[in-house]
């Protein structure tokens, strides 16, 4: 689960989002489907698997069978959940209200990808903050005390950590 307190979030990337939409239509497309996921998540479906294999992990989603989809989420500012268990298929949901918010498409992919950890890396939450209090891991909970940084610089110091743990 990844909770965001949204007004926060949309100060913070009201300014990455002007400078990002070119690059994010090219982005948003996948080089194959991904049957069991909403069509709007194949490209962080995709993304993952490459961010992956740049670390030396073979994932295929696909095989995985995870299912993903966008409903609303009924709990306040949890913009998206993972649930997992031995006889079920690992599946995602991402909090509607969070993905037509205007947010950055970095911070799309902080979410997908967080519950990816979740799902698919079987990881649990990290809380730990670098000295100036940012979060140190995708996978902070939102409960916690640290802020979030994930943006293009930050963004492969960010994925060393989810895929490198
Ligand atoms: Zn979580």
Avoid at 33 to 61: H, M, N, S, T
Avoid at 148 to 159: A, G, I, M
């Amino acid at each position: 689960m990844i909770k965001f307190a949204f007004p926060f979030l949309l100060a913070l990337t009201a300014l990455l989002v002007s400078c990002q939409k070119d690059e994010v239509a090219d982005a948003l497309t996948s080089s194959r489907p991904f049957p069991k996921v909403d069509a709007r998540l194949w490209a962080y479906f995709e993304r993952f698997e490459e961010e992956g294999a740049l670390r030396g992990l073979d994932i295929d989603l696909v095989a995985e069978g995870i299912i993903g989809q966008i409903e609303e989420i009924a709990e306040e500012h949890v913009a998206g959940q993972c649930t997992y268990g031995s006889f079920i298929d690992n599946h995602i949901i991402i909090d509607l209200t969070f993905w037509k918010s205007d947010v950055s498409d970095n911070t799309r992919e902080m979410v997908v990808f967080h519950e990816l950890g979740h799902c698919y890396l079987n990881r649990g939450h990290r809380e730990d903050a670098h000295p100036n209090g940012a979060c140190v891991s995708v996978m902070r909970s939102g409960a916690g005390a640290c802020f979030d940084n994930y943006r293009e610089e930050t963004r492969k110091e960010y994925l060393d950590e989810l895929f490198g743990n």
